[in-house]
């Protein structure tokens, strides 16, 4: 992922402002205070919003000009799964993507299963989806993106909402992920072990590098009241 001169306003506000990064790290966090840009930034990587200025290219692609193409190579889960799921029940939620993509109906029965299974969720296939626990419905809203197989994968604040047992979950699952991952987040145990993490503040990069520097940044930025 390339980002290149970006700045982007909200009418007159400015919230990015001359960001240029270069993102191949397998693993990417994006953490800063409350309203610094960040929740913007990770919108702007799958095309979801095209910058004011500058340019984000994946692979080779613009989203500004192939923003569709770059939407099926970058997943996108937000921190709030309730938006995400728009089918009644789990399996249909799952199917939902690869049925609108055109996948052939045996292919997505195979997926579906074989996803379900992948996220502990087999026993939960008929549920109604907005009955899952909170914990679930994120499981499920991941595993909605990833069956659809995208080469990286945005998650916006994706634990944020989540108890102790279901960050350590979703935690996981992330560190075990193959593809490409950028994620927000305030939690800075999740991203502890990320091999770069980068820092937002006032809508610039202020500090990016090694997980352990960066939040020593952050951290001596934000000292005890
Ligand atoms: N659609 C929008 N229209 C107008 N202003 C917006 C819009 N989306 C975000 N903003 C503003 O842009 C600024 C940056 O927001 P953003 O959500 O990117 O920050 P963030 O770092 O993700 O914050 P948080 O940690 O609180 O989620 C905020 O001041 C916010 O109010």
Same mark, same amino acid.
């Given at each position: 992922?390339?980002?290149?001169?970006?700045?982007?306003?909200?009418?007159?506000?400015?919230?990015?402002?001359?960001?240029?990064?270069?993102?191949?790290?397998?693993?990417?966090?994006?953490?800063?205070?409350?309203?610094?840009?960040?929740?913007?930034?990770?919108?702007?990587?799958?095309?979801?919003?095209?910058?004011?200025?500058?340019?984000?290219?994946?692979?080779?692609?613009?989203?500004?000009?192939?923003?569709?193409?770059?939407?099926?190579?970058?997943?996108?889960?937000?921190?709030?799964?309730?938006?995400?799921?728009?089918?009644?029940?789990?399996?249909?939620?799952?199917?939902?993507?690869?049925?609108?993509?055109?996948?052939?109906?045996?292919?997505?029965?195979?997926?579906?299963?074989?996803?379900?299974?992948?996220?502990?969720?087999?026993?939960?296939?008929?549920?109604?989806?907005?009955?899952?626990?909170?914990?679930?419905?994120?499981?499920?809203?991941?595993?909605?993106?990833?069956?659809?197989?995208?080469?990286?994968?945005?998650?916006?604040?994706?634990?944020?909402?989540? +108890? &102790?047992?279901?960050?350590?979950?979703?935690? /996981?699952? $992330?560190?075990?992920?193959?593809? *490409? #991952? =950028?994620?927000?987040?305030? +939690? &800075?145990?999740?991203?502890?072990?990320?091999? /770069?993490? $980068?820092?937002?503040?006032?809508? *610039? #990069? =202020?500090?990016?590098?090694?997980?352990?520097?960066?939040?020593?940044?952050?951290?001596?930025?934000?000292?005890?009241?």
């Amino acid at each position: 992922m390339e980002v290149t001169g970006v700045s982007h306003r909200f009418g007159d506000r400015r919230v990015l402002n001359g960001v240029d990064l270069t993102l191949e790290e397998h693993r990417v966090a994006v953490i800063g205070s409350n309203g610094s840009g960040k929740s913007t930034f990770a919108r702007l990587l799958n095309g979801l919003l095209v910058p004011t200025e500058g340019r984000v290219e994946v692979d080779g692609l613009d989203t500004r000009e192939q923003g569709k193409a770059v939407r099926r190579r970058v997943g996108f889960v937000f921190q709030d799964p309730d938006v995400q799921i728009i089918m009644p029940t789990v399996a249909e939620d799952v199917a939902f993507g690869l049925k609108h993509r055109g996948v052939a109906r045996d292919e997505v029965a195979e997926r579906v299963t074989a996803t379900l299974a992948a996220y502990g969720l087999e026993e939960f296939r008929d549920h109604p989806a907005h009955l899952l626990s909170g914990g679930q419905k994120q499981l499920l809203a991941i595993a909605a993106v990833l069956v659809l197989e995208p080469a990286h994968v945005v998650f916006d604040e994706p634990t944020t909402l989540l +108890d &102790l047992r279901n960050r350590r979950l979703v935690t /996981r699952l $992330i560190q075990d992920l193959p593809q *490409r #991952v =950028v994620v927000v987040s305030h +939690d &800075l145990e999740l991203v502890a072990d990320f091999d /770069r993490v $980068i820092l937002f503040e006032g809508g *610039r #990069v =202020v500090a990016d590098g090694p997980a352990a520097e960066t939040i020593a940044t952050y951290v001596a930025m934000h000292p005890p009241l």
